[in-house]
């Protein structure tokens, strides 16, 4: 799990995999919007999800700690941007591994922000 230091770690000393980051015992804000499926297809919800986060962070943090952020989180934890929507669960544990208590404020504001786009479509 992302909270334990039991990783199957590489010759690079990174985790070969992410294994199970998810928390199965809560299920987050965003989680609950993207799971209630409110348009008509998964790449839609899948799309504006995206859109969100991108939005998100780049009016949060800016448009290169975005780019700098999916990239730590590709090397690191193996999945990227476009595997976010698959690994919604592990991404926030990502998020609030990295931005700390602030991860939460960022979940925050993209549950807030796709619940805008959500309305609108």
Known sequence: MLGSDE???GIDGRPKKVRSLYRQ???????????KGVTLDK??????LLQ????????LLGKHVRVVFYDYMERNYYFGRDDIPQHLGDFLLVLER??????KTIE???????CTKLSQE
């Open 7 to 9: 990783h199957d770690h």
């Open 25 to 35: 015992d809560s299920t987050s804000l965003l989680e609950e919007i993207v799971g």
């Open 43 to 48: 790449k839609d919800n899948d799309r504006l």
């Open 52 to 59: 969100s986060l991108d939005e998100v962070i780049d009016d």
């Open 98 to 103: 990295t931005f700390g208590k602030s991860g």
């Open 108 to 114: 925050r504001a993209i549950a807030k922000r796709l």
